[in-house]
């Protein structure tokens, strides 16, 4: 397989984990969205992230979830920490885990951070139940 077809497989395998963990509309959004500046982006974050890094198999989707989830928090990425509690859904990761990631969170990057993330968590869970309760 050529480093060419290589990328290929990895950008259709990125976009399936991509859609898998943070749903169609959210993927389908970001497509929309992009424009010739960050396209090349999409692609890199596409491949890399989705199909190279979300696509191992050492982890399940959960843990990976978690990781992420700790780590987003850790350094402060608010609107990613948002997206990220709202995959879960997808993930299998649930609100016991994402406050255990948040425990972790304090302790070795800050109870600033953590507080920051457990006030984003509770938005999100918020904004989740409600579009629960409205179907």
């Known amino acids: 397989m050529d480093e060419v077809s290589g990328d290929a497989a990895r950008y259709r395998t990125g976009l399936a984990v991509r859609r898998s963990v ?3 509309r959210h993927v389908e ?3 929309v969205a992009a424009t010739d500046f960050d396209q090349p982006f999409q692609e890199l974050i596409t491949e890399a992230a989705w199909g190279t890094v979300w696509a191992r198999p050492g982890l399940t989707r959960r843990e990976r979830s978690i990781v992420t ?3 987003l928090a850790a350094l402060g ?8 509690v709202r995959a879960t859904v997808n993930t299998g990761a ?3 885990d994402i406050c255990e990631a948040f425990l972790h969170v304090a302790i070795y990057a800050g109870v600033p951070a953590a507080n920051r993330a457990f006030k984003i968590a509770k938005d999100v869970f ?3 139940d409600g579009s629960q309760n409205d179907r």
């Open 94 to 96: 649930s609100r016991d």
């Open 126 to 128: 918020s904004e989740m």
């Open 22 to 24: 943070l749903g169609d």
């Open 69 to 71: 989830l700790a780590l």
């Open 77 to 84: 990425h608010d609107e990613e920490v948002a997206m990220h």
């Open 29 to 31: 959004r970001a497509e």
